[in-house]
Each structure stands twice: as structure tokens, then as C-alpha cells.
């Protein structure tokens, strides 16, 4: 069976590095990327099965990504993290599609929990 993969956006590079070796072990192909510029035109060439993406960046914010990546590949399932949380930022986050919402600072096994979950979801897409 193939990898199920995951694509992380986040301008501290030390979050990439703590979740790629975490995911990895976990089974998952992983691509990290610091700006969002990079991670869009990644989007133009693959859709990954999950995308987590900080909210607030340089140039397209988080938001920006996850409309984008919605548009653009409906069935990828979208988990937003952010040191900035507000209900108010949840909620458009959700709104906007994304499969689920976590602040920072977040630990690991929270994202192994939001993607192990993201990935049922997806599967179950794909079997249908």
C-alpha cells in the first residue's frame, strides 16, 4: 500500500524538524517547507493526502494556503496550527474546510493524533 503522504508548511523551520522524523517513523512521506511561495507551487504539481500549515506567515498566510489547497485538491484533508489561536480564527479555519485546529505550543502527540485521524478520513475517500 502506499505512503500516505503529508506536506508541512511552517516558517520556524523547528517545527518541520521536530514533526518530518516523528511522522516518518510513524509511516508517513513527508515534505517540509518554510514559505508558503515553495509550498504552492508544490500544490500545482501533487496533492498530498494532508497538509499542515501554520496561520500566521510571510506572503500567503495559512489561510490562504488552506483555500488554495481546498480549491485545488478537494480530497486532501487540511490540519491548521497556530500560536495566534482565537475562536474566532478556529472557526474560519473549519469554515474554510479544515479538518481540525491546534494551537501552539502543541505536543507531538497531538499532530500524530489529528493525522492518524486525517487518514482514515482520507482512505475511506479513496475506498469509496
Known amino acids: 500500500m ?3 503522504t503529508v506536506c508541512i ?3 520556524e523551520a523547528i517545527v518541520g524538524d521536530r514533526l518530518k522524523p516523528e511522522l516518518e517513523d510513524d509511516g508517513y512521506e513527508v515534505e517540509v517547507f518554510t514559505d508558503s511561495a515553495s509550498a504552492l507551487d508544490r500544490v500545482d504539481e501533487t496533492c498530498f493526502d494532508i497538509f499542515i500549515t501554520d496561520l500566521k506567515m510571510e506572503g500567503v498566510d495559512g489561510m490562504g494556503f488552506l483555500e488554495r489547497v481546498k480549491e485545488k485538491c478537494p480530497e486532501s484533508e487540511v490540519i491548521v496550527i497556530t ?6 480564527t ?3 479555519s473549519l469554515i ?3 479538518y481540525d485546529f491546534i494551537a501552539k505550543p502543541f505536543r507531538i502527540g497531538e499532530i500524530r493524533t489529528a493525522v492518524k485521524k486525517a487518514k482514515k478520513k482520507v482512505r ?3 475506498q469509496a
Open 124 to 126: 475511506r475517500r479513496h
Open 9 to 11: 508548511l511552517d516558517d
Open 90 to 92: 478556529a472557526r474560519e
Open 2 to 4: 502506499e505512503k500516505t
Open 96 to 98: 474554510k474546510g479544515a
Open 83 to 88: 500560536g495566534y489561536a482565537t475562536m474566532e
